[in-house]
């Protein structure tokens, strides 16, 4: 590979596209590109673009690539088909990565996998987002682990967003270089937008209390509880904010009055959304998904100072005081935790909640990665490159 003097690329292959339910991914296209000092130029490649009708279409962001992305999936590492195979795939992604200095590959799905090949990057680094579950149906799931096996060995350095992850590496690849970068939020954003009360068009506030949940409401969601809940606390209103999968279709659709889904809203207006709740939710189901999830949607809650009922999930124990969070898995205690916060919360608590959220922003969570990328690019003497800046430390 030819390397010139422009400071290096990094190339983040997204599990989403870029106009739809901002995550992890757009949030780190967004702070990497704030932090220009830093010395990397930031490219977001997106699948292939779906047409969505449940969303606002919005312009192309600048950075953000598609490519055609079709070319089968292989079966076998080696053999003359996976030869072929490997040289199309190169090429599709040559033609969409054109930087011509130092390129670094972070990948944020192992379905990715197939297409990055160190012939086209000077280094590959693996984003592992959350539990493989939650990528893919349980018919791929396999599909999807091999994959995830392969982007782990292939890699130089793995991100990973919750301990139960971090476990997970060291115990399959004891020599990977492994770092924790859990998720954040932009505390500014959501407190400066959360007053725009005519953003929220389809649910008018009224004298009764709000419980509400921001999120997808896909199978590791407990809707059932969260179902239950609604018709044991009847004089209170639910407010459910995200795509909806089929499996659940029939369960909303025999939900009590006091359930509003919302369906899916543009970002922008969230916490307009999220500012309506008396108490806010992460009910997952127990299982693999709740362990390894470093859920966004708490540090977003937790920007506006909002208490916030789940039930047990690894990465939310630590907060689980009874002041600022309360963990209940069980039915009746999920309850008696709505009503303990609907009859007292603390501004002291609220403060703290918001605390917490500044420590956590994104521009924190990128400073982190960028020490560590930095540290990866000085260990290669091969590479000609700018001086890097001088490594900030992270608030």
Wanted: aromatic share 12%.
């Amino acid at each position: 590979m030819s390397l010139s003097h422009d400071k290096p690329a990094i190339y983040y292959f997204s599990s989403i596209d870029f106009d739809f339910l901002l995550q992890r991914p757009q949030q780190l296209y967004h702070a990497f590109r704030e932090q220009t000092d830093a010395g990397f130029e930031f490219f977001y490649i997106q699948p292939r673009r779906r047409k969505r009708k449940d969303l606002p279409k919005t312009p192309p962001a600048e950075n953000v690539l598609t490519g055609c992305f079709n070319i089968p999936f292989r079966n076998s590492r080696s053999g003359p088909l996976e030869v072929l195979n490997q040289y199309f795939r190169s090429k599709t992604i040559q033609s969409i990565c054109t930087h011509s200095g130092p390129k670094i590959a972070i990948i944020s799905t192992s379905a990715w996998e197939p297409y990055i090949s160190k012939q086209d990057f000077d280094f590959i680094c693996y984003d592992y987002l959350d539990s493989l579950e939650v990528f893919a149906k349980p018919k791929h799931l396999k599909r999807m682990q091999r994959y995830h096996r392969y982007l782990v060995e292939k890699s130089d350095l793995v991100f990973v967003t919750a301990q139960k992850l971090l476990e997970e590496i060291q115990s399959e690849c004891p020599e990977q270089k492994t770092v924790l970068v859990s998720n954040g939020v932009d505390t500014d954003f959501f407190q400066s937008q959360a007053a725009q009360v005519e953003q929220v068009t389809d649910y008018w506030r009224t004298s009764r209390k709000v419980v509400g949940y921001v999120g997808a409401l896909y199978q590791w969601l407990d809707l059932p509880l969260v179902i239950h809940a609604a018709n044991v606390l009847s004089d209170l209103d639910f407010v459910l904010i995200g795509p909806l999968c089929p499996e659940y279709e029939s369960l909303i659709q025999r939900a009590p009055e006091n359930i509003h889904w919302l369906g899916p809203k543009p970002y922008h207006t969230i916490p307009a959304y999220m500012n309506l709740f008396d108490v806010a939710l992460i009910p997952f189901k127990s299982g693999h998904v709740a362990e390894s999830t470093n859920p966004i949607k708490l540090y977003e809650y937790f920007s506006l100072g909002k208490p916030v009922v789940a039930t047990h999930m690894r990465e939310l124990q630590r907060f689980d005081d009874g002041k600022l969070l309360k963990i209940a898995s069980e039915r009746l205690d999920f309850i008696k935790a709505i009503q303990g916060f609907l009859q007292y919360d603390d501004h002291s608590w609220q403060a703290k909640r918001q605390s917490i959220a500044l420590e956590n922003s994104w521009q924190s969570k990128t400073q982190i990665m960028i020490n560590s990328l930095e540290e990866l690019l000085s260990s290669n003497p091969d590479l000609t490159i700018p001086a890097l800046t001088a490594t900030h430390t992270a608030p």
